[in-house]
């Protein structure tokens, strides 16, 4: 297909988006290249973001589990397990390297090139590499999206103390005191692993509640559990300074809708308020392309910009900022390209919350559904009556489904349980395929599993669970 093009697709940006569109396009015969300014393949999810965090969050629960007696109920006595968080995050820094380099051996057997530099267009089919200017037939914009700052606090990573995601994978040492700004996913799951090493969490959150856009229970519930855990969350409050001394920050926090001011000192700060859409130093005018008013390339249903040739996918481009998200949207990017159908159904990507319990959902929240106008049934059992879970002693969470009342369709579920992120797959294939609640609910579940608490969340939309 190359014509007179050095190639028949570029994608700028190796993430997930970008290295699985570059994968599937040379799969489907198309001589492909990779243009990733970063020095290793892999994007922020498996260099800054979900790998290492998801390698902290689990060797920081093993820690809290050996270290706070957790397990003596269960007759394992451990005296004396102690942090060693150098090893800890040795270990991290390999799992990272395994993973990005294991994309590296799949461009080579996929006979994909990494061009190594900064992207940046000269035209719609011209892009400068680096030194190097590269022609394609088709461009995929995978640039990611990077930290969104907060003015009057200045993150620095390297002084450890006001850092973003990044510097709280890196911290030399744990924390007395950190407070967290911003009570969503990063804040959670970061805030999540210092607490477990030792660290007093205070989660400064701007609105009434964590974790906005998920379901209101879960949002209440998930806080609650998260106190329990040693939390402290002060919501409704926004962060309007932050002065660095030595090795203490001192933030200045106002109630969110005005009122009296007052400090918080800490000695670690995350900035964890959301992030942006990556595309300063792309030169997109040179492609005819502009940013919507958020920053974010607009895309069709084909992936495509208003540029013919020109494709976005990913953090780059509207909807959730998830790895999964942008995975899906590489393959169909890819697929429509090769001149095939590629297909992601926007309405159904999950999300999921690594903490303890995990929080997962899928579909609608109940906020939406009853928006919507849509007559709405809910079916909700809780872990304490789920055989397994209680043998576990793991009993925190529920499972919730709404499905409409009329057709019975699942619209939406949400669940709060450590085995939540798996469990959350079996509501998805159902959904995709039309799934009513009484499908679930008449599926046989392997027993005793944590999953049959979606089968009896879905006989309870129809009012008929057994074990509650
Ligand atoms: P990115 O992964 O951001 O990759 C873009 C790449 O493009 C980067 O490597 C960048 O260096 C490169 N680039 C940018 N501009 C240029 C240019 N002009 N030229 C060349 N290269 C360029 N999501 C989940 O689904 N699950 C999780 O558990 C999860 N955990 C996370 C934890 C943290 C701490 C963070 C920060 C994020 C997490 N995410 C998670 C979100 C996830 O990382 C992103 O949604 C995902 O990486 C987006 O993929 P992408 O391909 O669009 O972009
Ligand atoms: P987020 O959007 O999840 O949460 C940001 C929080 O900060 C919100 O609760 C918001 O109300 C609050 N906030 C905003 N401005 C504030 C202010 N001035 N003061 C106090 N609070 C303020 O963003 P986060 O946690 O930074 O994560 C960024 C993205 O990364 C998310 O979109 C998420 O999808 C992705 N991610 C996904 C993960 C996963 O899938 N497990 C893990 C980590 C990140």
Not at 118 to 123: D, K, L
Not at 139 to 144: E, H, L, Q
Not at 435 to 459: L, N, R, V, W
Request: hydrophobic share 40%.
């Amino acid at each position: 297909m190359t014509d007179n093009f050095d190639y028949d697709v570029l994608v700028i940006g190796s993430g997930p988006g970008g290295y699985v569109a570059a994968i599937r396009a040379a799969q489907l015969g198309l001589k492909t290249a990779c243009a990733e300014s970063r020095e290793t393949l892999g994007g922020t999810c498996l260099n800054v973001g979900c790998i290492p965090s998801k390698a902290l969050l689990h060797a920081s629960e093993i820690y809290e589990e050996a270290h706070s007696g957790a397990l003596e109920k269960f007759g394992v006595k451990l005296t004396g397990a102690k942090l060693d968080l150098k090893q800890m995050m040795a270990e991290k820094t390999k799992a990272v390297g395994e993973l990005t380099g294991g994309i590296e051996f799949l461009f080579k057997k996929n006979k994909v090139d990494w061009l190594k530099g900064h992207g940046s267009f000269e035209s719609a089919n011209t892009v400068k590499v680096g030194d190097k200017t590269v022609t394609a037939k088709n461009i995929i914009i995978a640039t990611g999206s990077s930290v969104t700052p907060l003015p009057g606090v200045d993150i620095d990573n390297s002084k450890h103390i006001v850092v973003d995601s990044t510097g709280a994978l890196e911290l030399p040492k744990v924390p007395k005191h950190m407070v967290v700004i911003g009570g969503g996913v990063i804040g959670l799951e970061l805030g999540s692993v210092w607490r477990r090493l030792g660290a007093e969490v205070t989660v400064v959150e701007f609105l009434d509640k964590i974790l906005p856009g998920m379901d209101g229970d879960v949002r209440k519930d998930s806080a609650r559990i998260f106190k329990k855990q040693g939390f402290k969350i002060q919501a409704s409050t926004k962060v309007t300074g932050c002065t660095v001394k030595g090795k203490k920050a001192t933030l200045t926090v106002e109630p969110a809708k005005g009122g009296d001011a007052s400090t918080i000192e800490a000695d670690a700060v995350l900035v964890a308020i959301g992030r942006k859409p990556n595309t300063d130093g792309l030169a997109l005018d040179k492609a005819g392309i502009t940013a919507n008013d958020r920053g974010q390339i607009e895309v069709g249903h084909d992936f495509q910009t208003n540029v013919p040739g020109v494709y976005a996918i990913g953090d780059v481009t509207p909807g959730p900022m998830l790895a999964h998200k942008a995975e899906d949207e590489g393959v169909a990017a890819a697929e429509f390209i090769a001149g095939q159908q590629g297909i992601v159904n926007h309405d159904l990507i999950p999300g999921v919350v690594y903490t303890h319990p995990e929080i997962a959902n899928i579909g609608k929240t109940e906020e939406e559904v009853k928006e919507s106008g849509i007559d709405y049934k809910v079916g909700k059992f809780p872990f304490a009556g789920n055989s397994r879970a209680k043998t576990n002693r793991d009993t925190d969470g529920y499972v919730k489904i709404i499905a409409d009342a009329k057709t019975d369709r699942v619209l939406g579920a949400h669940i709060i349980s450590s085995l939540a992120g798996t469990m959350i797959a079996q509501v998805v294939q159902a959904m995709e395929f039309g799934a009513t609640s009484e499908d679930i609910a008449y599926t046989c579940h392997a027993h005793p599993t944590h999953s049959e608490a979606i089968k009896e969340a879905a006989m309870g939309v129809q009012g008929k669970p057994i074990h509650i």
